[in-house]
């Protein structure tokens, strides 16, 4: 799963940049068209026929493995669709696997490609911007926070008007006011990018996100944030987006990005909201479970956060920083402090610091904190334990 990480970042970093010019400033674009040459997926899909010809005596091996048959999966072609079988990641299978992709790939390039769609669009890049600063965290790639950060500051710097952002930019051009997605998901990117760095201002951009949607998207009748903002011309009518479709709910990142806020600042404001915020997305939760996963995972954060404040500086404390990062763990809050003295006071590590001079780190659930911690193993044990 790591190696399928990487390759899907080292893809998107390739092939989905704004600019050609790799020392260039970039975001993501947006997708590449299904057709070329006016056929759907002749660019992606394979025949059995050319999978043999192509690999000979490796093909039995790779067919089994990416589902190729006679008759295809899709109007008589395959789409190479990895099968998860028992021999799933031996290494000298996939070291096979990954021979056989080498041959393919060049062969695809051959074809015609499909179109690019260009856009850069704030949302989907707040998505990425966010996958990208997790993965960077868990998996120690410097590079990959690198572009994290990258692509935020183009947003920032691009799709941005005072405090409210543009839904769009192409071709130098930003337009179309940002919607509630293009807010929650440059929210949460900010909080991923906080997270993995420490940098206070990653922090400040979330609340400054999060303010703008209470003042012009939040529904003070009914609760839960509108589309469109209050000041967006020609609307018939503000939508409310409650369900996950291909992209998640703004709604439903919204109350993580608010979990999260209320965790770090310690401002019962936030945790006001997101109570407020749930009270209007609970009657569809009994009603459509299966579509309000990002609202469940938010409310997990919210009722169940793993907090782990690190005290300290220089290497003591980055190594325990690291080991948190490295555990992946969904629900975690990581919080940077000096001394323990510029927590929050509502915090549940507010007061605690060093240990004799050493970076300690402190695991809270709820309101209860362990002992401190000065190894990072014992940490990354500490957190193994938690579910």
Known sequence: FRLRTAETIAWMLADMRSSDDPTAPFAFVSAYDADSEGVEGKYYVWTEAEIDALLGADAAVFKAAYDVTPGGNWEGHTILNRTADGDFGAPE???LLARCRDILLPERAKRVPPMRDDKV????NGLAVAALAKAAAVFDRPDWLTAAAGVFAFISENLTHGDRLFHTWCAGKAAHPGVLEDYANLARAALALHQATGDAAYLAQAQSLTAVLDRHFWDADNGGYFMAADDTADLLTRSKPVHDNAVPCGNGTMVEVLARLYHL??????????DALITALAPEETINLAHQTTFQTGFEVLENAVQVT???TGAAADALATAALDSGHPRLVLLRTADGQDLPAGHPAAGKGPVDGTAAAYLCMGATCSLPMTEAAALSAALAAQT
């Open 93 to 95: 299978r996939e070291a």
């Open 121 to 124: 669009l704030a949302d989907w």
């Open 265 to 274: 600042t310690g401002d019962a404001a936030y945790r006001d909201r997101a």
């Open 310 to 312: 690190v005290a300290g």
